[in-house]
Nanobody, 122 residues
Framework: QVQLVESGGGLVQPGGSLRLSCAAS????????MGWYRQVPGKQRELVAT???????NYADSVKGRFTISRDNGLRTVNLQMNSLKPEDTAAYYC????????????????WGQGTQVAVSS
């Protein structure tokens, strides 16, 4: 059973930093990409940043220059370094992975973590 375990959320003042981590485990055969999405109540979940396992990255315009996504292939982990945080970054952050589970015969699909809360407030 594939699991994505997130860590690192919390409360921080505007201008501060947080680092989110997400580890994939449980029958993972091959990872195509991992990333972070966020959601506030009443709004759709939106992309924050993604990274392919070959290293290509994609960022939402609102976080470019402030957030950095990275991955550790051996640990099957993705990290999101968030600097210069703003109140509008407050949201539940969800880890996403597109991966094959079980073996080469399986089809890649999306998996989601349970979410970690980030609050930016003075």
């Amino acid at each position: 059973q594939v699991q994505l375990v997130e860590s690192g959320g919390g409360l921080v003042q505007p201008g501060g930093s947080l680092r989110l981590s997400c580890a994939a485990s449980g029958g993972v055969y091959s990872i195509q990409s991992m990333g972070w999405y966020r959601q506030v109540p009443g709004k759709q979940r939106e992309l924050v940043a993604t990274i392919t396992w070959s290293g290509s990255t994609n960022y939402a315009d609102s976080v470019k220059g402030r957030f950095t996504i990275s991955r550790d292939n051996g640990l099957r982990t993705v990290n999101l370094q968030m600097n210069s945080l703003k109140p509008e970054d407050t949201a539940a952050y969800y880890c996403n992975a597109v991966l094959q589970a079980g073996g080469s015969w399986s089809i890649s699909r999306d998996y989601w973590g349970q979410g970690t809360q980030v609050a930016v407030s003075s």
